[in-house]
T-cell receptor, first 116, second 113 residues
Framework: AQTVTQSQPEMSVQEAETVTLSCTYD???????LFWYKQPPSRQMILVIR??????QNATENRFSVNFQKAAKSFSLKISDSQLGDAAMYFC?????????????FGKGTLLTVNP | KAGVTQTPRYLIKTRGQQVTLSCSPI?????VSWYQQTPGQGLQFLFE???????NKGNFPGRFSGRQFSNSRSEMNVSTLELGDSALYLC????????????FGNGTRLTVT
């Protein structure tokens, strides 16, 4: 079973500045994948970025990047040049399992507010 | 490509009734997963269907059931509704391989009175 901890229930950032959302997880699996999703008020869950655990290089996707520390089981999300549209609930979600038994487990989320 | 479609968007039911929610996945996706989202418990995994078979199951009572049809569309049924079943129910589809991200629908907001 996986556990996910997002220690920051709420965060705020000024428009155009940088913010980092933290996430730690625990899994006994050696093969797993990590995702960040965002859920704006429209409530649709949208994929932000993903990271394969076997890759040492941190994933980047435009203004979004991760800091993946496998030994520490840490997977933080950095948002650069924050925009008003980035305001949403952000969820960290590892996907782990074996064979065909992969399951996505979500953290409690971090509510990000972007101030103009 | 059309996204994941969930119907209806809103439902109001009374205790003891049953309800069926529907999910149409992205074309070509064979896996459909269901999640319950509440303010207190967050997002909790209900079950996953792949090629008409339940492949994974979360820790929910037997009142929660689902099925998947040959066209990959899925339905979730909740019988004998309780007040605590009020939640946003999210459906997600994927090709079904280990590293495939889930693509979510807009959810069905169920209110039980």
């Amino acid at each position: 079973a996986q556990t996910v901890t997002q220690s920051q229930p709420e965060m705020s950032v000024q428009e155009a500045e940088t913010v980092t959302l933290s996430c730690t997880y625990d899994t006994s699996e050696s093969d797993y994948y990590l995702f960040w999703y965002k859920q704006p008020p429209s409530r649709q869950m949208i994929l932000v970025i993903r990271q394969e655990a076997y890759k040492q290089q941190n994933a980047t996707e435009n203004r979004f990047s991760v800091n993946f520390q496998k030994a520490a089981k840490s997977f933080s999300l950095k948002i650069s040049d924050s925009q008003l549209g980035d305001a949403a609930m952000y969820f960290c979600a590892p996907m782990a399992g074996g064979g065909s038994n992969y399951k996505l487990t979500f953290g409690k989320g971090t509510l990000l507010t972007v101030n103009p | 490509k059309a996204g994941v479609t969930q119907t209806p968007r809103y439902l109001i039911k009374t205790r003891g009734q049953q309800v069926t929610l529907s999910c149409s996945p992205i074309s070509g996706h064979r896996s459909v997963s269901w999640y319950q989202q509440t303010p207190g418990q967050g997002l909790q995994f209900l079950f996953e269907y792949f090629s008409e078979t339940q492949r994974n199951k979360g820790n929910f009572p037997g009142r929660f059931s689902g099925r998947q049809f040959s066209n990959s569309r899925s339905e979730m049924n909740v019988s004998t509704l309780e007040l605590g079943d009020s939640a946003l129910y999210l459906c997600a589809s994927s090709p079904g391989t280990a590293n495939s991200p889930l693509h979510f629908g807009n959810g069905t907001r169920l209110t039980v009175t």
